[in-house]
T-cell receptor, first 113, second 116 residues
Framework: QKEVEQDPGPLSVPEGAIVSLNCTYS??????FMWYRQYSRKGPELLMY????GNKEDGRFTAQVDKSSKYISLFIRDSQPSDSATYLC?????????????FGDGTTLTVKP | DVKVTQSSRYLVKRTGEKVFLECVQD?????MFWYRQDPGLGLRLIYF???????EKGDIPEGYSVSREKKERFSLILESASTNQTSMYLC????????FGTGELFFGEGSRLTVL
């Protein structure tokens, strides 16, 4: 079983919808939780990160971590066509090299005008 | 802005050929990584380097080698390409985590390799 499972998608929503992207994990040692966004034919870029539990908001994006349930989510409010991309969750332990993060397989989101 | 540049966006090679994928970063990052990305398998770490001439195996190093002669450059080498190495290859760099937070990964745009 994979350490990180991500809702596979693909996901297609109308413009303006609220989007929920989710990952579950099995390793309780994970403390850093990241979301990367990858546009078609591009490399991933860091969108948001949280340390330990709680919520973090940045504009239309909210990252949520529930360590008791080993569940993380990324919410996108008022989704836009420019949000169409693949979203990857990633997690790592404290004092672990970031490049050794464990990634989910990604969820492809399409926001239709 | 941090820039990670991969030398080739698209390559087509034949089975048995030696393949070099080059990656250069311009932010003086200590750490550099090579991943491959495949549908349904996500991102898998092939090799990484935390200093010049230092390297460590990732999760799937078989069939690959790496070279880091200068801090800014990290090369991935396929000694004898095989069809199962057809994939998207992503290079990334980062500062060490812990001292600088999460150690955010900065990725290049990828090199799509097809082995015939």
């Amino acid at each position: 079983q994979k350490e990180v499972e991500q809702d596979p998608g693909p996901l297609s929503v109308p413009e303006g919808a609220i989007v929920s992207l989710n990952c579950t994990y099995s390793n309780s040692a994970f403390q850093y939780f990241m979301w990367y966004r990858q546009y078609s034919r591009k490399g991933p870029e860091l969108l948001m990160y949280t340390y330990s539990s709680g919520n973090k908001e940045d504009g239309r994006f909210t990252a949520q971590v529930d360590k008791s349930s080993k569940y993380i989510s990324l919410f996108i409010r008022d989704s836009q066509p420019s949000d169409s991309a693949t979203y990857l969750c990633a997690m790592s332990r404290v004092n672990t090299n970031a490049g050794k993060s464990t990634f989910g397989d990604g969820t492809t989101l399409t926001v239709k005008p | 802005d941090v820039k990670v540049t991969q030398s080739s966006r698209y390559l087509v090679k034949r089975t048995g050929e030696k393949v070099f994928l080059e990656c250069v970063q311009d932010m003086d990052h200590e750490n550099m990584f090579w991943y491959r990305q495949d549908p349904g398998l996500g991102l898998r770490l092939i090799y990484f380097s935390y200093d010049v001439k230092m390297k460590e195996k990732g999760d799937i190093p078989e069939g690959y080698s790496v070279s880091r002669e200068k801090k800014e450059r990290f090369s991935l080498i396929l000694e004898s390409a095989s069809t199962n190495q057809t994939s998207m290859y992503l290079c990334a760099s980062s500062l060490p985590s812990g001292r600088f937070g999460t150690g955010e990964l900065f990725f290049g745009e990828g090199s799509r390799l097809t082995v015939l």
